[in-house]
């Protein structure tokens, strides 16, 4: 497992192997001790009914015309895999977040405590479903990293919300993809897939911002635009405190027009 730290709560994370562990959140504000066994031999069936349902998808020449009226540039294999993904997932597992109110006791109780527990005890949030996605993408050869962080919905939220989520990377864009977060149409989970918002110099700038500092929150969103609905949503790294506009990076921000003074 190649795990990258970047401030004191938020994480990247891929080359996943069995029995990994993996940081996942924290036991109470700040900490960020709580860890999944990522045991990926025991989702073998679940891959391989993803793998065959993703095959049919890329296939089917309906659905590819369909996804290019509204995304022309978007691979419709990678697609074919998400949206697989999506709808394999909560086929096979229709209840793995109908416990949530449990899960901090799942995660408080003696012992080291598996992904595969987690999907049967029904206590599954954006982070297990986030790390089993890493796990089937990296399976696929497909270049991606589990990104533990926080969202905003819009530019005006006060705090980010804990969030975790997939980045994937391919020859032409870099993506968002956020499986924990579908869009349901007509019986069918829609992958939320989203274009980076932002220029070249502003995704270096995104990553200088948020490694780690002293005495510094290493805090920082990139504008994310869903290529089927075009919303936006914020995607980065926080720290759980309040939101300032300095951590917002988008290629949309109007500069900001600083007053002319005049000279006696």
Not at 142 to 152: A, D, M, R, S, V
Not at 210 to 235: G, P, V
Request: hydrophobic share 35%.
């Amino acid at each position: 497992m190649n795990f990258e730290k970047l401030n004191e709560t938020n994480c990247r994370v891929d080359d996943i192997k069995n029995n990994d562990k993996i940081l996942i959140g924290g036991s109470f504000f700040g900490k960020f001790d709580l860890k999944v066994c990522a045991d990926t031999d025991n989702f073998e069936k679940f891959f391989v009914t993803v793998e065959k349902n993703a095959l049919n998808f890329a296939n089917n020449k309906k659905m590819e015309k369909w996804l290019h009226t509204y995304a022309p540039e978007f691979d419709t294999k990678l697609f074919a895999h998400m949206f697989a993904f999506d709808n394999v997932l909560r086929k096979i597992y229709p209840n793995m977040s109908s416990n949530i109110s449990q899960r901090q006791n799942f995660y408080d109780a003696k012992g080291s405590k598996t992904l595969s527990q987690a999907f049967d005890a029904g206590i599954c949030k954006c982070a297990e479903i986030s790390i089993l996605a890493q796990a089937y993408f990296q399976r696929q050869g497909i270049n991606t990293k589990y990104f533990g962080g926080e969202l905003l919905r819009s530019s005006n939220e006060e705090f980010g919300e804990a969030h975790s989520f997939i980045t994937v990377n391919t020859d032409q864009e870099e993506y968002i993809y956020d499986p924990a977060n579908p869009i349901l149409s007509s019986g069918a989970y829609m992958p939320r897939i989203s274009t980076l918002e932002v220029t070249p110099a502003q995704r270096q700038q995104f990553e200088n911002k948020i490694h780690t500092q002293d005495n510094k929150r290493n805090c920082a969103f990139m504008e994310a635009k869903d290529i089927l609905t075009q919303s936006n949503w914020y995607y980065g790294c926080g720290d759980g405190a309040n939101i300032f506009p300095s951590f917002l990076i988008s290629k949309n921000t109007k500069p900001q027009t600083i007053p002319q003074t005049h000279g006696r």
